[in-house]
């Protein structure tokens, strides 16, 4: 079984940043997409980025020119710094993660899921 997991959420005033960090115990390192949702109070679940293994990325319009992808596929670990924060990002984020290529924003594409962390970006 495939294990995903988040760290990095936190509260920041707005103008701030925050990194976000997923692990995922995925076995075929070449074979891999990744990926960040998130959901804020009311609304439904919106892809924010994802990469694929081939270095792939994909950003959501609202995030672009803010939010930044990096990963060390050594440690498995994907990281969002999100820079630049406003208080419409603030949402639980969820770390995605499946086998195959394509940084799709399609949140079906996606088996395995994190719990979630918050981010609280206040005014």
């Known amino acids: 079984e495939v294990q995903v997991a988040e760290s990095g959420g936190g509260s920041v005033q707005a103008g701030g940043s925050l990194r976000l960090s997923c692990a995922a115990s995925l076995d075929a390192p070449l074979n891999t997409r990744m990926s960040w949702f998130r959901q804020a109070p009311g609304k439904g679940r919106e892809g924010v980025a994802a990469i694929d293994s081939s270095g792939v990325t994909n950003y959501a319009d609202s995030v672009k020119g803010r939010f930044a992808l990096s990963r060390d596929s050594a440690k498995k670990t994907l990281y969002l710094h999100m820079n630049s924060l406003k208080p419409e990002d603030t949402a639980i984020y969820y770390c995605?993660?499946?086998?195959?290529?394509?940084?799709?924003?399609?949140?079906?594409?996606?088996?395995?899921w994190g719990q979630g962390t918050q981010v609280t970006v206040s005014s």
């Open positions: 995605a993660a499946n086998y195959g290529l394509g940084a799709t924003l399609n949140a079906p594409a996606y088996s395995y």
